[in-house]
């Protein structure tokens, strides 16, 4: 495990890591924490909350996260950073385009949370996130 993770493990129960799509499917309705790192055992990449989200909570943020539509804000901005800072997953992406196989926007969102496989874990909350 990266020691920059041991911290977070005496602050909640967390749940155990788990790819997005399976950590959006699982999240509770409820306020709470995500974690996300790179990888089965990689470096820490972002930290957030969410609030009730129209009776959503977690699930509706990483959903939103796992649909594309959370491109440019908290983890699906930090992932899309992450993946257009990195020679190989340009170089993969740039190949589809120049075999004539472009993409939407929202497409580049979902492979940038999906290269590498990034790992989730949840918090589950019983209070509002801001009281966190």
């Known amino acids: 495990m990266d020691p920059s993770l041991q911290p977070l493990e005496a602050l909640a129960q967390w749940s155990h890591w788990l790819p997005l799509a399976d950590a959006a499917a699982s999240a509770s309705r409820s306020s709470g924490v995500y974690v996300a790192r790179l990888g089965a055992d990689g470096q820490l990449i972002y930290v957030g909350m969410a609030g009730p989200r129209s009776g959503?909570?977690?699930?509706?943020?990483?959903?939103?996260?796992?649909?594309?539509?959370?491109?440019?804000?908290?983890?699906?901005?930090?992932?899309?950073?992450?993946?257009?800072?990195?020679?190989?997953?340009?170089?993969?992406?740039?190949?589809?385009?120049e075999a004539g196989n472009p993409s939407r926007a929202k497409r580049w969102g979902r492979d940038a949370l999906d290269l590498p496989r990034r790992a989730h874990r949840l918090e589950q909350a019983d209070h509002q996130a801001a009281d966190l």
């Open 56 to 97: 959503w909570g977690v699930r509706g943020r990483l959903k939103a996260y796992v649909s594309g539509k959370g491109l440019v804000s908290g983890l699906g901005e930090a992932a899309l950073d992450k993946a257009l800072a990195d020679p190989d997953w340009l170089r993969w992406k740039t190949a589809k385009v």
